[in-house]
């Protein structure tokens, strides 16, 4: 009953923001457009994408200056839920909060690093961050070099962890996103325990379980495939945590010879038989990764509305929402076949 009484309005309000998702039947309206400008239009005319657009022109309609207002919708639903949500419900939301730090982190990263131009205007997200975080967006996305970007983190909790790897020599820009995920995965499970109950804890388990152990099998093919290591250097880039992946089995595919082998090895396990997977097809790992995890966060969802499951899904889905029309407006961009397009972002 207490879960009922405190997610009820709650509940309530992520069911109407879920109705405004868009329908595997409007990507398909979409991937028929010819233009990315035609496409844009289209968004401005759906409700959670109306007055994003309304100051892009034709000529400013680059891939920075959408994804850009496509994560501000994202950042808006989040702050109408934190407004929504008692006190428990926003430690989780501070929580998840960090995964949007991280993710900006990483986009500075790769151009501190690269020493290119940031594509995206962080200045456009200030306000938001503002009120959530320590970090200063506009310092950190006009750093020169990687050792200028590390010092304008200081007296964050990212700032020690970044800055002893910096010491290292030959640290790549992989070496510090694993790093980042990891302290965001450590921090999500020491915060749970200490404000959440018991029901809530499994329920967010469930899912950042399940997103650990498929980054993991993400990392042993990638490291098989494209940089052919040693099972050795393999295991020293692994999130040293199971959920339904077996130690065994994450063994297996880390020592395995070939790619073959890794795929027949992955359809032993929960997630290839939760994908029903055709190893003879060689499937892409990141669509069986996300094909795999809608279904945990959609079930974890409609099974339990009054819990925080409710609120973990949704942001979940907006943002995968958010990756499909970006690429959506890319294929149309390189002008692609409709066909072609729909089938990198609805499920056949």
């Given at each position: ?12 309000k ?33 409700k ?20 850009q ?25 501070d929580l ?37 975080s ?34 290292r020599s ?12 990891l ?60 959920y ?42 990141e ?5 795999v ?46 066909d ?9």
């Amino acid at each position: 009953m207490g879960n009922l009484l405190s997610y009820s309005g709650l509940t309530t309000k992520v069911r109407a923001m879920e109705s405004h998702l868009i329908t595997d039947s409007q990507f398909r309206d979409m991937a028929a457009l010819e233009t990315v400008s035609d496409a844009v239009e289209y968004l401005r005319h759906l409700k959670a994408y109306e007055g994003l657009f309304s100051d892009l022109d034709d000529e400013k309609l680059h891939r920075g200056a959408i994804e850009q207002r496509l994560i501000l919708s994202l950042y808006q639903d989040f702050a109408k839920l934190y407004r929504f949500s008692n006190l428990t419900q926003r430690k989780f939301l501070d929580l998840y909060f960090m995964h949007f730090e991280i993710d900006i982190l990483k986009k500075c990263f790769r151009n501190a690093m690269g020493q290119n131009r940031l594509d995206i205007d962080l200045s456009v997200f200030r306000d938001f961050f503002s009120r959530h975080s320590s970090l200063d967006l506009i310092k950190l996305s006009s750093s020169s070099d990687l050792h200028e970007f590390i010092v304008n983190l200081e007296g964050s909790i990212y700032y020690n962890l970044l800055a002893h790897l910096e010491e290292r020599s030959e640290t790549t820009l992989f070496d510090y996103e694993v790093h980042l995920d990891l302290l965001y995965f450590k921090t999500i499970w020491k915060v749970m325990s200490k404000y959440l109950n018991r029901k809530s804890q499994d329920l967010l388990i469930q899912c950042f379980g399940s997103k650990l152990d498929l980054l993991n099998i993400q990392w042993i093919y990638r490291s098989l495939k494209y940089y052919h290591l040693k099972s050795a250097d393999i295991y020293a880039l692994l999130i040293p945590f199971h959920y339904h992946l077996k130690k065994d089995q994450t063994a297996k595919m880390a020592e395995s010879g070939t790619v073959d082998e890794f795929f027949s090895v992955l359809k032993t396990t929960y997630y290839g038989q939760k994908a029903d997977m055709d190893i003879r097809e060689k499937p892409d790992l990141e669509q069986l990764t996300s094909e795999v995890l809608d279904k945990i966060y959609r079930s974890t969802s409609r099974q339990n509305p009054y819990s925080i499951a409710t609120l973990n899904s949704y942001l979940y889905l907006k943002e995968e929402e958010i990756q499909k029309i970006i690429t959506l407006i890319e294929s149309i961009r390189y002008q692609l076949k409709p066909d072609e397009i729909i089938s990198y972002v609805v499920k056949q």
